[in-house]
């Protein structure tokens, strides 16, 4: 059974660089769009960035556009977050997800992902407010 197991969290000052993982266990994500959701402190979970099955289409909030990059691993078992210029209201919990659905692939692509969509949850990983 496909387990998502997330590392990398931590304190960074602003304009710092943070690379957060969520490695599968049980399987690989070959079969899985992958999304990383942003929680802030107060605020719902909101999809930053999405990445296809095949690692052919990605996707990025305005938010993070231009300072985030998700990629897959050749191997299929670790999607990556790369958190470049690190601004205060990126603080709060990360969350990787998965899922198989076409539809939802396409939704998350599409930057409408809904949070309820996704069965299979990483940990979460947090990243403290630093001023």
């Known amino acids: 059974q496909l387990k998502l197991v997330q590392s990398g969290g931590g304190s960074v000052q602003p304009g710092e660089s943070l690379t957060l993982s969520c490695a599968a266990s049980g399987d690989t994500l070959d079969a899985y769009a992958i999304a990383w959701f942003h929680q802030a402190p107060g605020k719902e979970r909101e999809a930053v960035s999405c990445i296809s099955d095949d690692a052919s289409a990605t996707y990025y909030s305005d938010s993070v556009k231009g300072r985030f990059t998700i990629s897959r691993d050749s191997a299929k078992t670790t999607v990556y977050l790369r958190m470049e210029n690190l601004k205060l209201e990126d603080a709060g919990d990360y969350y990787c997800?998965?899922?198989?659905?076409?539809?939802?692939?396409?939704?998350?692509?599409?930057?409408?992902?809904?949070?309820?969509?996704?069965?299979?949850w990483g940990q979460g990983v947090q990243v403290p407010k630093v001023s």
């Open positions: 997800a998965a899922n198989g659905r076409p539809f939802i692939q396409y939704t998350c692509l599409a930057g409408t992902a809904n949070s309820a969509e996704f069965e299979l």
